[in-house]
């Protein structure tokens, strides 16, 4: 992990306790950071298997691509990538075999948060009223697990957020009136044996007949790992950093 370290020192630690709520994170301000200046925020949630309290697993996927010098040049932001404990998930979701024996996921429409869900909430609000983020410019995107917390955390902090990117995740397709004014880009493999593309492609095409702005793709060939292909598509960063609240 030494050189993984040095890669990600760049993202610097810290945390959120306020009450019963603590979270870690590791964060990205944008070169040379001015606070008297406003910048958009992106929260990236991780998947289950970066969960812990090193307070660095959380990077393995996806803190490069915000790390890349064109990307830090063309879009200055501030990116948060925060990490849920071991024993804890982001989303709101019952896992359990089905009667093939596969994990299925069965996803809560409403209920209350998870722990690591409210101490989330909690961290973007606070993020919220720091005076160098544009509150215009509010961004979230997760895989597998973080995926399935992209989806609740919109519908949670309605109103926040500007676009939003899942990778392999899932809802119930219920919750979408809570975000369906949210512009979507949505990503899942094909062969995904751990989290069925069915789950994305149900909410892409209920959001296609309700929602503002969808965008899905569906990588055939893909299994689990779909991330390192979205992370690859070279119009993803404009395509967030191009929407904006009113």
């Known amino acids: 992990m030494a050189l993984k370290a040095q890669e990600f020192k760049q993202f610097e630690k810290g945390n959120f306790i306020k009450g019963r709520d603590s979270i870690y994170y590791r964060i990205l301000f944008p070169e040379n ?39 830090r040049k063309k879009f200055p932001a ?11 998930y982001w989303a709101n979701v019952s896992i359990g075999p089905n009667e093939q024996g596969k994990r ?3 996803f809560v429409n409403g209920g209350e948060p998870t722990k690591a869900m409210h101490a989330l909430v909690g961290m973007v609000k606070d993020f919220l009223k720091k005076p160098y983020v544009d509150k215009k410019q509010v961004y979230v995107g997760g895989l ?4 399935m917390g992209t989806f609740e955390l919109l519908r949670r902090k309605r109103n926040t957020f500007a676009a939003a990117i899942t990778i392999c995740g899932g809802d119930n397709t219920n919750n979408i009136n809570k975000y369906k ?3 979507l880009w949505i990503f899942h493999g094909g062969k995904d044996d751990v989290v069925d593309p069915a789950y994305s492609i149900a909410v892409s095409e209920r959001l296609k007949t309700l929602g503002d702005e969808v965008k899905f793709t569906l990588y055939p060939n893909a299994n689990h790992n779909s991330w390192d292909s979205a992370f690859a598509e070279p119009e993803l960063l404009q395509w967030l950093f191009s929407h904006k609240k009113n």
């Open 181 to 183: 004014s949210v512009p």
């Open 33 to 71: 950071f001015n606070p008297a200046q406003k910048y958009p925020i992106v929260f990236f949630l991780h998947g289950s298997g970066e969960r812990g309290n090193d307070n660095e697993s959380q990077l393995v996927h996806g803190a490069k691509l915000f790390l890349k010098d064109e990307n």
């Open 78 to 88: 501030i990116v948060v990538f925060p990490q849920c404990p071991a024993n804890d």
């Open 144 to 147: 597998s697990m973080g995926g």
């Open 104 to 106: 299925s996921f069965s």
